[in-house]
């Protein structure tokens, strides 16, 4: 391989049980972890709250509930194998989990851990879908917006050769999601996702969310100039059916590699940092095409103003 290249792998998870112990999961990651050392993996990437269900999915009236949900450090007991393991392969990793501070603040959290086992980025969720009260008329709750707090920058770190950014899930949605990351110089963009099949407030998505998902990753890596490595908790987890289709693309905006089940599979794609400036020194060149002077309603407004309700409008 030539120019700034590497080899990244998305570890997709199928189903994890409220049961399951973070022990077994563990031994998921470990596994999948494992089958990327054989093939000589540099980074492989997690989904979102990798380590539990998907616990939002439910309406816990006391708060203390959650907290079997929560990591206070990183790394945990539990977690301290899967540090040790990536590193004595020289592995690196990116995770998902829910952290709970030591000052009793609740995130929806992805950390980025270098080949030498050191965390060299944390990212906390900034765009936290769903709703704040219980909703009984859904078919399953989606109370993101009751359990975490917002998180408030899009960081990017130098690793992996590159400079390296993360996204959780409904972030992927958001252009601003990967416009930031590109304007701190991302190359990569590591993005794990909970997405459910079904979704309570337009049934009518539902059939296009396998469609939506590529839609939004392959164009926020083409209009940057960045590979995104997208991937999914997906599968029949406690009765509510998750997207998979886990992926890697290129700044091309094709994707490289992708899931064929909705279990726990590793896949994996090598790829070559050098490529992001074919596009981000040639029709995305922000220095030379951007014009922030026109975009100020993007970083000033957050819902629409109408054209009557605009000075001069009618
Ligand atoms: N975990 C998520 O952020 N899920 C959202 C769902 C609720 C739409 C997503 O954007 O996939």
């Known amino acids: 391989m030539s120019g700034r290249s590497l080899r990244v792998a998305a570890g997709q998870l199928g189903p994890i049980s409220k049961d399951d112990s973070r022990e077994s999961v563990v031994d998921r990651l470990l596994l999948l972890l494992e089958k990327a050392a054989k093939s000589d993996v540099d980074l492989i990437v997690y989904p979102e709250l990798a380590l539990t269900t998907f616990f939002p999915r439910w ?58 086992g050191g965390i060299v980025g944390k990212y906390r969720k900034v765009h936290l879908p769903g709703h704040e009260e219980h909703e009984p008329w859904r078919e399953f709750q989606h109370l993101e917006r009751r359990y975490f707090e917002a998180g408030a920058t899009f960081p990017t770190w130098n690793a992996f050769e590159g400079i390296v950014g993360m996204a959780i899930c409904n972030d992927r949605r958001w252009p601003e999601t990967y416009r930031c990351l590109a304007l701190g110089g991302a190359e990569l963009i590591l993005i794990g996702y909970n997405t459910p099949l079904h979704y309570d407030p337009d049934p009518s998505q539902n059939d296009l969310a396998g469609f939506h998902n590529h839609l939004v990753m392959q164009s926020g890596a083409y209009q940057n100039g960045c590979f995104v490595v997208g991937v999914a908790k997906g599968g029949l987890e406690e009765g509510v059916e998750s997207l998979a289709e886990s992926c890697i693309i290129s700044p091309t905006g094709e994707i490289i590699s992708s899931a064929s089940t909705s279990d726990d599979e590793l896949i994996i794609a090598d790829i070559d940092l050098d490529l992001c400036d074919n596009y981000k020194n040639t029709v995305f060149d922000f220095d030379r095409y951007r014009r922030p002077d026109t975009y100020s309603p993007i970083a000033s407004q957050k819902g629409k103003i109408m054209p009557a309700e605009r000075e001069g409008g009618s």
């Open 59 to 116: 309406y816990f009236e006391e708060e203390s509930a959650i907290d079997c949900f929560f990591e206070t450090e990183m790394p945990s007991s539990e977690t301290q194998r899967l540090f040790d393991a990536a590193k004595s392969f020289g592995i690196g990793f990116c995770l998902g989990y829910a952290e709970l501070t030591p000052d009793g603040h609740r995130y929806n959290t992805q950390i980025l851990v270098e080949r030498d």
